[in-house]
């Protein structure tokens, strides 16, 4: 008998061994796809050879329904709906775009009044983020004990706009309402209850060795893929690109006050892995707090509404306004057509740009691999599908 | 036990029956309790208080959920294989239980004094496998078939470190009858094995750092086979649903959560066994005696139980390579040191 | 650079290709360009040392009523400017040549504009639906859409 086979290089594996590729639907109901997405995963074991998102599970016509509205307060309780653990980071988005079309300048009171907002936005966003990137890697403590901290922010919000999740509470040239008496002592007690808070989470799950093996060069997103990519946020951030819209296309007061850029340095790997990204959070929420306790001491007096006309009668004009929402880059491109309704608004949402780059750092990882990189990209479908 | 029993039903099958049947009253309890404390510490740890409304802090909870489950709808996957399906979680039941029979509860109590009681536990509990396995297969579901094929090769790795521990203490006490192991300890705390047993001075401090590697190398192998954090990747809820029991409801679910606590005090005796005295007193003589044996012997074990699930609540998990990382590279060849080293003292 | 240094330089390089500069618009000026060469256009941005465009912010569709545009929100991270680029096709041909190869973000993004307007992305590797289901019929954002009666059997208005 003649030897037919050729003698094939044995890998770095050390095997040849060829094993059918399978196809395993992740989601849209599963664990951690943080929401209702589906990834088909083409699998070699436990090996991922190619990611397939699937999104629109979610869908909820918010640029249909915006174009639908008699004008443009109208809009914001949609927006709320985008990404709904940011709602203020949506709305700051939105009137940001809709007072740069509409050419309104609102009290300075205000301007500092939506960074603190935004800002324990971010904070409160971010605690989901660890949290939930904690339990997808396993750890379950850390998510309650975030949470925990967070109905502290969600208890400051009720106070000022009485509602706890979707809160309409910047609207196109001020504020439905003031701060109420006390708010401003409560804001500062809690900026100090959570700093030794940071600390301990960061002992019990960033720096963990579990927690570190699991994340550290893995999913390593470089540099100029996350710009092609146009990736933005922690994202952008962990991936050592030192870019934030707050300090590089400045919007609202965040000028006056001082604060620092975080950027993934590769503590534990290569920089650009996922505990950069998870890292990054971690350092936004001590920076968040700075800027806190820097917009509350300088916070002046003053009314927090713009003097508008009744009803608001913009020219045929488009503007595109974009702020730094907790998850990066958030953009409303809005067009007027010189009606009181808007003619077009999009959402550009940072969860779908970033989403979009999950396929290309994740052929080759494995499945739990692919789990802590959607972890760590923090997605929110409500904005992804809108 | 068996005199006492003997002595009111005669020498009948009966008597056998109720000898068989006594851990299985055990196992109940004892995972009624454990899911109520499990609940409760990994609450405490998480600033939380957990069930505060059925019953004085909550102590009808397990009863209420045991009900719950009871009640539930038995679903069988359409494309399932019904008959593996529905022997899976009696099969790892099974497994577990049979592992009871060889448990010196007590001085007065063991359901059987096998010679080969620690060999019989080893070969017994790998039958878990075979039922997760079927589990996995059966349910016709990529996660749950992910989950077996995770839960399979992880038992099977950390068998052998396990073992290897395992005969260490053999290689010391010469038997394997986990009566005999007790009673080798007997005489209070500084003759458990985990200080070196009760051998000469120069003997027990040489053995003393070998049996603390090994007593952690058990530990730690115990987990894996137990499947609980870190090393819970067969059921990595955040990756594979729930693995091997995704598809399972009501009581077949119910079996499957009964077969994991029961199997976590079985591993958990089995390390008391082996390094810390089995029932026998911490203070020699003194609180000893067959009802106290019975009592040091399940307080020795829900220490280690409650040891795991503080583990469990403050740990994230490994990655399936770096488990098996952890085995192969680690586990096995510290435990095969550790094993010639104890050959070598014990020669010397 | 300047909106104006900007679009100075890409009508001495492109031409006839940049159809008009818009630089009194009410907020943001803007640069028509023709379809056929966007292409060329993005891979200048994004190459040329002066304008060094790394990053496309946002892709969205329009509907103007008769033609289709696509609009693309340009900056660049290292110099800090911003540019905003159209594109008008007309609504019965609407073929836009995708710049998937320039900036990878474009991909979904242009897929979103498919599927919203029933923009065709020339050259697009993978131009399917990405909010909607696969088998939707028409273009939802466009002004003249009917929501349809029915979808596979269901009722869809409400």
């Given amino acids: 008998m003649i030897e037919t086979h050729h003698s094939q290089p044995a890998t770095s594996r050390g095997t040849t061994l060829r094993t059918e590729e399978m196809i395993v639907n992740m989601g849209p109901q599963h664990p951690s796809t943080h929401g209702v997405l589906r990834l088909e995963l083409v699998v070699d074991g436990e090996i991922v050879v190619d990611v397939i998102p699937h999104l629109g599970y979610l869908h909820r016509c918010f640029e249909k329904h915006a174009e639908q509205m008699s004008n443009y307060q109208q809009v914001v309780p949609y927006v709320d709906r985008m990404d709904y653990v940011s709602s203020m980071g949506n709305e700051f988005s939105y009137v940001v775009a809709a007072e740069k079309l509409l050419k309104i300048q609102v009290p300075e009171r205000v301007e500092y009044i939506r960074v603190i907002m935004a800002e324990l936005q971010r904070i409160a966003s971010h605690q989901i983020a660890i949290g939930t990137y904690g339990i997808d890697i396993g750890a379950f403590t850390p998510f309650l004990l975030l949470f925990k901290d967070r109905e502290r922010i969600l208890d400051l919000f009720e106070e000022v706009c009485g509602a706890r999740l979707l809160y309409n509470y910047f609207w196109i040239g001020g504020l439905s309402h003031d701060l109420p008496p006390g708010w401003v002592e409560k804001a500062k007690a809690f900026c100090e209850y959570l700093k030794p808070n940071i600390v301990e989470l960061n002992g019990l799950l960033t720096y963990n060795k579990i927690f570190i093996s699991r994340t550290a060069n893995v999913g390593v997103l470089p540099k100029q893929v996350a710009i092609n990519y146009a990736c933005s946020g922690p994202m952008l951030r962990g991936s050592g690109v030192d870019w934030d819209l707050r300090r590089d296309d400045p919007y609202s007061v965040y000028h006056k006050i001082d604060w620092d850029v975080c950027v993934g340095r590769g503590e534990v790997g290569t920089v650009g892995d996922c505990w950069d990204r998870n890292i990054v959070r971690v350092h936004e929420m001590e920076q968040s707090l700075r800027i806190i306790e820097q917009a509350l001491a300088q916070l002046p007096e003053g009314d927090v509404k713009a003097a508008l006309p009744k009803r608001i009668m913009p020219v045929a004009s488009e503007a595109y306004g974009r702020t730094e929402a907790p998850r990066g880059e958030l953009g409303f491109y809005i067009i007027s057509d010189g009606t009181g309704s808007p003619y077009r608004i999009k959402a550009r949402g940072p969860s779908f740009v970033n989403l979009s780059v999950v396929t290309e750092i994740s052929r080759g990882a494995m499945i739990a691999d692919l789990v802590a990189i959607l972890g760590s990209t923090d997605i929110v479908l409500g904005e992804v599908d809108r | 036990m068996d005199q006492f029993l003997q002595s009111i039903f005669g020498d009948s099958i009966l008597t056998q029956l109720l000898l068989g049947v006594l851990p299985l009253v055990f196992v109940l309890v004892y995972a009624l309790v454990t899911l109520y404390s499990e609940m409760k510490i990994a609450a405490h740890i998480q600033d939380r208080l957990a069930y505060m409304r059925t019953g004085w802090h909550g102590v009808l909870q397990p009863f209420a959920d045991m009900l719950k489950l009871l009640q539930k709808e038995d679903i069988i996957p359409t494309a399932a294989d019904k008959l593996l399906f529905i022997l899976a979680p009696y099969v790892v039941f099974i497994g577990t239980y049979a592992a009871f029979a060889v448990l010196p509860f007590s001085s007065a109590y063991a359901g059987s004094s096998l010679d080969l009681g620690l060999f019989y536990i080893i070969a017994v509990s790998a039958v878990v496998v075979v039922g997760i396995l079927m589990a996995g297969w059966a349910s016709n579901n990529k996660w749950s078939l992910f989950g077996a094929i995770r839960s399979a090769s992880q038992i099977i790795s950390y068998e052998i470190p396990a073992a290897l521990a395992v005969l260490a203490v053999v290689m010391i006490t010469g038997t394997m009858n986990m009566n005999e192991i007790t009673k080798f300890q007997a005489g209070g705390i500084q003759n458990w094995l985990i200080f070196g047993g009760p051998l000469p001075l120069g003997h027990k401090l040489f053995l003393l750092p070998v049996m603390i590697v090994l007593a952690l190398i058990y530990y730690v192998c115990s987990m894996a086979e137990v499947n609980r954090t870190p090393f819970d990747i067969p059921e990595a809820e955040s990756e594979l649903v729930q693995g091997y029991n995704t598809e399972y409801t009501g009581m077949k679910f119910a079996i499957f959560y009964l077969a994991e606590y029961a199997n976590l005090f079985v591993v958990s005796a089995i390390a008391v066994v082996l390094f810390f005295g089995g029932w026998s007193s911490p203070f020699g003589s003194f609180m000893s005696g067959p009802i106290w044996d019975l009592f040091w012997f399940t307080f020795k074990g829900m220490l280690l139980v409650f040891v795991n699930v503080w583990l469990r609540w403050t740990l994230p998990r490994l990655r399936v390579d770096q488990l098996m990382y952890v085995s192969w590279k680690v586990l096995v060849p510290f435990a095969l040191v550790c094993v010639v080293l104890v050959g070598a003292i014990m020669v010397l | ?158």
């Fill in chain 3, 1 to 158: 650079m300047t909106f104006q240094e900007i679009s100075e330089s890409l009508q001495k390089k492109f031409g006839e290709a940049v159809l008009l500069v818009k630089a009194d618009a009410a907020v943001d000026p803007f640069i028509v360009v023709a379809p056929q060469s966007i292409c060329d256009i993005a891979l200048f941005l994004r190459d040329d040392k002066a304008m060094q465009i790394d990053s496309l912010s946002c892709l969205s569709g329009v509907d103007r009523k008769g033609t289709l545009e696509v609009v693309y929100h340009l900056a660049s991270m290292t110099l800090k400017h911003k540019l905003v680029l159209k594109v008008s096709v007309p609504t019965d041909r609407p073929e836009v040549p995708s710049i998937e190869s320039v900036w990878k973000t474009a991909n979904w993004h242009e897929r979103e504009a498919y599927d919203l307007f029933g923009v065709m992305f020339t050259g697009h590797p993978d131009l399917r639906r990405i909010l909607l289901p696969y088998d939707w019929e028409g273009y939802p954002l466009r002004k003249d859409y009917e929501v349809p009666e029915f979808y596979n059997g269901m009722r869809v208005p409400y």
